[in-house]
């Protein structure tokens, strides 16, 4: 469960850190979201990508309604150790737009949230 | 400039938005950090990385003392307009530590900041 590791990690001061999403393969990064202790300790648990929604204010296990998992390789941690970088296998899209990717626009074409 | 394009992102209450710092060629992901309206216009200015150090409260220009720029290749927005992936070409190393990317421990191997 690493729960030492877990502990010694940068928490800001919501008890969140980043993390960055990563496929295995393709190395696209996929999306960026947000951990909390719970949520980190459930994606070692179940080796799937499981984070706190900062909106809903509860757990949330990438994929549990759209069937697209995010299984887990390889949980990487930076310098600092307040940012992480979850590398996965992607059973589907990431973004909830369709995209494979949440990354699917350049600044030069971004015309809001989607 | 894409001044409507910054505007139109979706800061937060510090004014600041995540930015992944990924190497074009290898795709390894480098580093995370924040940017401000101001960094990044002057990211887009200089076509260098330009970060908002939340520690020291200024620009912080990636590279400006080591010489370990990022020249930035491209600049994608993710689908909420909240998180942005730098795509850069390294001039070295992207990690105080000299290592080239921040992310080069495990979970399982981190033992505290470094």
Not at 32 to 43: D, K, N, Q
Not at 77 to 103: I, N, Q, S
């Amino acid at each position: 469960m690493l729960l030492s590791q877990i502990d010694s990690l940068s928490w800001d001061a919501n008890g969140l850190i980043p993390a960055i999403v990563q496929e295995v393969g393709s190395d696209a990064v996929l999306m960026m979201a947000y951990v909390s202790r719970e949520s980190l300790a459930r994606s070692l648990e179940i080796g799937e990508t499981v984070f706190y929604s900062r909106s809903r204010k509860t757990l949330w296990h990438k994929g549990e309604t759209s069937g697209n998992v995010q299984r887990i390789r390889e949980i990487l941690v930076d310098c600092d150790g307040d940012t992480l970088l979850f590398r996965v296998e992607a059973a589907g899209a990431a973004c909830h737009t369709g995209e494979m990717t949440c990354f699917f626009r350049t600044l030069e074409n971004y015309d809001g949230q989607q």
